[in-house]
């Protein structure tokens, strides 16, 4: 009954509010397959066999952790390696000892499950096959689509027998959000959703929820403009685990270094990443172009704060090197710490698009950005025009004139966008 009444919601009522959701479960971005996969027509069949592979091959390494039987509130999150980091999150707020990962709805269920999973898959795929093969218009969120409204049924299944009456709901950005979100609300289910440390436009512009928790200053901004905000009960919690590198009292950091915050698009490409709509990859990879077809701030000692997916190995690292010193020249340095422990190493930090360059701000440390390419952002009359540049030539000059400005001038009247922010 509950799988019936899940496709009916998706396809059947033609409300304002289901046509959104159907509309951002075919098309917003996902990052479960590769960019490639818009090109390939055999994408329904290699999905059918990857999730069947999934459901009857693959063992739960680390289980979710649903130690306490008496809660009635849970988190949800992709992968069970997140749900400790989110607990400790929410331990000073909620009551919350126990979480649910999409990636284990598959793998915990059993034989008798598997096989009615797999009958199910078997007859969605036999359309999706089809369809992919002769259409390209959104074929990645099709192709998906078995696989994402089975997980969807799966979780709401679940609930109902744990008896669920409060869901904080992480990675917000998938494009079943809506869709689950909206369910559960209709069985009574509260749904607490904490985005990123992104500005909204880029995943979640549209949301459904009972509340929303906001981490930056600038949502906080969007929200008064985004019309899907109006009648959902919003907050303001500080970012996780941020606190330890605020920048308190705004101390200016008097060293003249500054440090180059990497979003590791050249990783990304080479490794057919699926790339949002916005494309803040390409935003990095011309603003780097421009870096290196010009001296670019030879008085200054640069060093590069590389991404996560940068350092995974020592063979990627050492290709990592190479391509910035092509870039910066082979005076630059490396950070060889965390990324957040480079906060009070560095005068100023700059970048092109990353959450690192938001969390820098909020953290209270003078940061610039390089935007150019990226249409929707700032929001009209925004004041984080103040961190922003367009023109590499002026970005030059504003970091210039960021290390020779102390760092309370630098935030003077933009509060709102540190740690200070109260909304």
Not at 58 to 64: A, G, K, V
Not at 155 to 165: A, G, P, S, T, Y
Not at 224 to 236: A, T
Request: charged share 25%; with cysteine; net charge positive.
């Amino acid at each position: 009954m509950i799988f019936f009444n899940l496709l009916v919601e998706l396809f059947f009522i033609n409300k304002k509010l289901n046509r959104k959701i159907r509309y951002d479960f075919f098309n917003q971005h996902s990052f479960s397959l590769p960019n490639s996969a818009k090109y390939d027509r055999l994408i329904g069949f290699r999905q059918l066999f990857r999730n069947l592979r999934r459901l009857w091959l693959e063992r739960i390494i680390l289980p979710d952790q649903q130690n306490d039987i008496k809660s009635v509130n849970f988190l949800y999150v992709l992968s069970p390696v997140n749900i400790s980091k989110k607990l400790e999150y929410l331990k000073n707020i909620d009551q919350i000892k126990a979480g649910i990962s999409r990636a284990n709805l598959f793998l915990e269920l059993n034989f008798l499950r598997k096989i009615q999973i797999s009958l199910l898959l078997f007859i969605f795929y036999s359309f999706v096959v089809f369809y992919v093969f002769l259409f390209r218009k959104n074929r990645i969120n099709i192709a998906l689509f078995p696989e994402i409204i089975l997980q969807c049924y799966l979780l709401v299944k679940k609930l109902k027998i744990l008896k669920c009456q409060k869901l904080y709901f992480f990675y917000t950005h998938e494009p079943e959000s809506n869709f689950i979100s909206h369910i559960l609300i209709s069985k009574d289910i509260s749904i607490i959703k904490i985005p990123n440390t992104n500005p909204l436009f880029m995943f979640n512009k549209n949301m459904i929820a009972s509340k929303v928790i906001l981490t930056l200053g600038y949502q906080s901004e969007e929200v008064e403009i985004f019309s899907d905000y109006r009648n959902i009960s919003i907050e303001n919690w500080p970012p996780f685990a941020l606190n330890k590198y605020y920048n308190h009292d705004f101390k200016t950091i008097i060293n003249h270094k500054i440090c180059y915050y990497s979003h590791g698009s050249w990783l990304r490409t080479r490794d057919d990443h699926h790339l949002p709509k916005f494309d803040e990859v390409s935003v990095e990879l011309n603003f780097l172009e421009k870096i290196k077809g010009i001296d670019f701030l030879t008085n200054l000692e640069i060093t590069v704060c590389l991404h996560p997916k940068e350092k995974i190995n020592s063979n990627i690292f050492n290709q990592a090197k190479n391509y910035y010193y092509n870039i910066f020249g082979r005076n630059i340095s490396f950070f060889k710490g965390e990324s957040y422990e480079s906060f009070n190493k560095f005068d100023v930090g700059f970048g092109s698009f990353s959450s690192i360059l938001f969390e820098r701000l909020h953290c209270g440390y003078k940061t610039i950005l390089y935007t150019k390419g990226i249409n929707d952002f700032p929001i009209s009359n925004s004041k984080f025009e103040r961190f922003i540049t367009k023109d590499i030539n002026d970005c030059e000059n504003e970091i210039k004139n960021a290390v020779n400005t102390d760092c309370e001038s630098f935030f003077n009247n933009h509060l709102d966008y540190t740690y200070k922010y109260k909304r």
